[in-house]
């Protein structure tokens, strides 16, 4: 019997036995075949996780961020325990006592999940599981994955320290509202730092991993409220918290941004304009998309934080006045429909729906707003983020009585608007901002505004460095993102002049020698051109500095023929104006298109006496570990590595630019371009205390105007155009519309920067000449028609010499009789007697007028 027993357990054992031994081969073999072909957990070594690219302005403050995931990188030895602590207690409590994979874990939430009848249900992966889950493999629910997940877990724990991985972990979640990693997370929902973190607000993002969008601080906060409190609860058996701490924490409100308990981090940021955007195309090209999204690169923008929004008002109020000024009312071309215009609630929710410029604050913030009512006179509107008063917001009449109304099939109503009701309907978006009082800036009333068809670009840097310190693309970058600055190519027309000028100044001439001022015929595959002056005058012999001060065309075709339009076109392609200037004449007015960026870095050359400017947006490029992997200023200061300096001294920097430009041409073409501004096409529009060089440029039609002018460090330049081109009217000369952009915001940045004279080369050798003539005068002259003029130091300068370019004169010119007799006597402004020629007439044909 004793034999039966032992011989039937013993069976049972060995039965049991090899039961084990099979599952334990079984399971085995299992682990084996998936443990064949698992990716390397070893590069998790080396992982950088995709973090957040951020530019700082000149004065170092946050100005954008761009990235595929919103993610910023922590290491662990910055991560606050607290944090660590609140995420173990969530996800997995036993983190520092399993070797990757937790089988008492997965019991109690087994256990959990039962008692609890579903509601308080743990995941049953390790944190070392998650990593290898969220690097390694897909997020399948399948025990396929399960395994090779635990074969992973497993190994990466002999392969990486427990903060490492934690490390891992806190850095890649996804924790919603874009935001990866608790860092972000922390910004996101709190706008705190790690360290600023409360034990609730740390449960409330160790809460989020299971599902973010199941947990969301507004739409499920009853939910969200009682995962955090379970989070707590967790710390406190752990031991991480006091009981009066649990007690305490639990029993505060949940408080997050998303429901306006905070201030959003993105208050901090200025909307993003032309200039960061054009960072990101430029580094996204240089450093490639990928690396700049998500490389967590430190980028210091040369953007000056003063600077830029007087040169976004600057351009933004002189597109409003022309629009303004052409009398006709478009508006948004929005409108919202009678249904959502029920309850406050609704139009409030349909209009932030819309995408409408919210970027505008000229004179004061725009708003969208929504046309509620149309009275008799008056129109109600409701505005976007202001709150309704008592009476409502209304549009009086006497604000329209500037406009006509563009009709849908593109005409123009005959008559101006008397009363709201002809520009608007119930239902209508407009754009609308507080008009208020210059003196004491108290409100008069709300007015309508919109966005102008017309459109230009501003761009202003440091003359010597070629730093841009503002930049404006257009009237508003949420209503269109291209930049005009940079993208936008027109032709320069006489703003392109002074590199015809610099040429002949290269060649022999000097801003003393003559050029016939006459008509001309030149034959071209297209017949006979007989371009013109943009007074349709003729002068005959003129000096080279009242030729660009002037404006004159027919004196720049006859130079670029004496010096060659491929010397020309060497000259704008070393200054970067082109890259290939095709050599025919009609480019010497700047009929070849080009963009008010290579401009403008073309004139600061002129400005710093003809050194080399590379243009840059950036001053200096860190990786995620702050190393400089770009700098801008390539200048020598070996004054800079000095430990001390003697006390009132400056380091010394060396320039080791390369020399596009002689110094002498570079002053006499700068002093002619002062003349420009004091006597010529920009008198009437640049007025500044200090020293100022510039000039005007206008196309055909005036459909494309333009303004470059520099003082002694700081350039800056204007274009102003329909972006499909066409004619902008009688007057819309760059004179007229560019100058004045010019002219605000030089005349606040000199506050800032100053100005002095430029300085003239050791080389120049200064002789007074008559402007007019162009004959030498004595020392001693005086007179507004005296220049003082720079003369190359051991050139004897030749006085009387005459070019005329070598064309056929025009066939209506009596040469001597107009210009040497034949005229009338008039008595001028200071009571002196003059002789005045006859009108000059001319071909049928002519330029175009690039002027």
Avoid at 9 to 24: Q, Y
Wanted: with cysteine; aromatic share 10%.
């Amino acid at each position: 019997m004793f034999r039966f027993i032992l011989s039937f357990f013993g069976g049972i054992f060995t039965a049991i036995t090899m039961s084990l031994a099979m599952v334990a081969l079984s399971i085995g073999a299992v682990f084996w075949m998936y443990g064949r072909d698992l990716p390397s957990h070893e590069s998790l070594a080396q992982y950088t996780p995709p973090t957040i690219s951020r530019i700082y302005s000149g004065q170092g403050r946050l100005i954008d961020e761009f990235a595929k995931e919103r993610r910023l990188f922590a290491p662990a030895d910055t991560i606050p325990d607290l944090i660590k602590q609140a995420f173990i207690s969530a996800e997995d409590k036993n983190f520092y006592q399993h070797e990757g994979y937790d089988l008492r874990g997965i019991a109690a939430a087994a256990i959990d999940a039962v008692r609890s009848r579903g509601r308080d249900v743990r995941g049953a992966s390790t944190i070392t599981q998650q990593v290898m889950k969220n690097f390694l493999l897909s997020g399948d629910r399948r025990a396929e994955r399960k395994i090779k997940e635990i074969i992973l877990a497993a190994r990466l724990e002999e392969t990486l320290p427990k903060e490492k991985i934690l490390e891992l972990y806190l850095n890649e979640i996804f924790l919603g509202q874009n935001s990866y990693g608790v860092a972000a997370a922390s910004q996101t929902y709190f706008n705190k730092t790690l360290g600023e973190l409360a034990p609730h607000e740390a449960a409330f993002l160790a809460s989020l991993p299971k599902a973010p969008s199941d947990f969301h601080p507004v739409r499920r906060k009853e939910r969200l409220l009682s995962r955090r409190n379970f989070v707590l609860r967790e710390m406190f058996e752990n031991g991480y918290i006091s009981k009066a701490e649990y007690e305490a924490e639990k029993a505060l409100p949940l408080r997050s941004v998303q429901n306006g308990d905070f201030e959003s981090f993105k208050a901090e940021l200025p909307p993003r304009d032309y200039f960061t955007d054009e960072i990101r195309r430029q580094l996204s090209e240089n450093f490639g998309e990928g690396e700049f999204f998500t490389g967590g690169l430190t980028v210091r923008a040369s953007i000056d934080n003063e600077m830029q929004p007087i040169a976004a008002n600057a351009l933004r109020l002189q597109l409003e006045q022309y629009d303004r000024g052409r009398g006709v009312w478009r508006g948004t071309g929005e409108s919202l429909p009678a249904e959502a215009l029920e309850t406050e609630e609704k139009w409030r929710a349909a209009l932030a729906d819309l995408r409408v410029p919210r970027d505008i604050d000229l004179e004061n913030q725009w708003y969208p707003a929504v046309v509620l009512q149309i009275g008799d006179k008056d129109a109600r509107i409701g505005i976007e983020g202001v709150e309704e008063d008592a009476d409502g917001h209304w549009i009086p009449a006497k604000d329209v009585q500037w406009a006509r109304k563009r009709l849908e099939n593109g005409n123009v109503t005959k008559r101006k608007a008397r009363v709201a009701g002809d520009l608007l309907s119930v239902g209508d978006v407009v754009l609308v901002r507080r008009m208020t009082a210059d003196g004491n800036g108290s409100f008069i009333r709300w007015t309508l505004r919109q966005v102008p068809q017309v459109q230009g670009g501003f761009v202003a840097m440091d003359a010597d460095t070629g730093r841009v310190i503002a930049m404006q693309g257009g009237f508003s970058y949420q209503s269109s993102v291209f930049n005009r600055a940079t993208q936008a190519r027109r032709q320069p027309g006489s703003s392109f002049k002074p590199f015809v000028y610099a040429s002949a100044l290269d060649s022999g001439y000097s801003p003393a020698t003559i050029v016939v001022d006459a008509p001309i015929e030149i034959d071209t595959p297209q017949g006979v051109w007989r371009p013109k002056n943009a007074s349709h005058k003729f002068y005959g012999p003129t000096p080279l500095r009242t030729g660009i001060e002037q404006s004159r065309n027919l004196m720049t075709i006859r130079l670029a023929q004496e010096v060659g339009m491929d010397v020309v076109g060497s000259y704008a392609e070393r200054f970067g104006v082109y890259d290939n200037l095709s050599p025919v004449l009609a480019n010497a007015l700047g009929a070849q298109e080009t963009t008010l960026y290579q401009m403008v870095s073309a004139y600061a050359m002129f400005a710093n006496g003809g050194e080399r400017v590379q243009p840059t947006l950036v001053d200096r490029v860190q990786d995620r570990y702050g190393r400089t992997v770009y700098q801008h200023d390539q200048r020598l200061c070996n004054d800079c590595k000095q430990v001390s300096l003697t006390p009132g001294q400056a380091p010394r920097v060396i320039s080791n630019r390369e020399r596009v430009m002689d110094p002498v041409t570079a002053y006499q073409l700068t002093s002619m371009m002062r003349g420009v501004v004091e006597r010529g096409t920009a008198r009437k529009a640049v007025n500044l205390p200090v020293p100022i060089a510039g000039k005007t440029g206008t196309t055909n039609d005036e459909k494309d105007a333009w303004f470059v002018g520099f003082s002694s460090n700081i350039v800056a330049g204007c274009y102003i155009g329909f972006d499909t081109p066409r004619a902008m009217g009688r007057g819309s000369g760059g004179g007229a519309l560019c100058a004045p952009v010019f002219q605000r915001f030089m005349s606040q940045a000199i506050k800032k920067y100053g100005g002095g004279d430029f300085k003239a080369p050791d080389s120049c050798v200064f002789i007074n000449i008559d402007r007019f003539t162009g004959a030498r005068l004595s020392d001693g002259a005086s007179g507004n028609n005296v220049v003082s003029e720079c003369f190359r130091d051991g050139e004897e300068p030749i006085f009387g010499i005459m070019f005329d370019g070598g064309f056929a004169m025009g066939g209506d010119l009596p040469l001597v009789e107009e210009l040497g007799g034949g005229g009338r006597e008039v008595t001028t402004s200071t009571g002196k007697k003059a002789v005045v020629g006859p009108k000059a007439t001319f071909g049928t044909l002519s330029s175009g007028g690039l002027y």
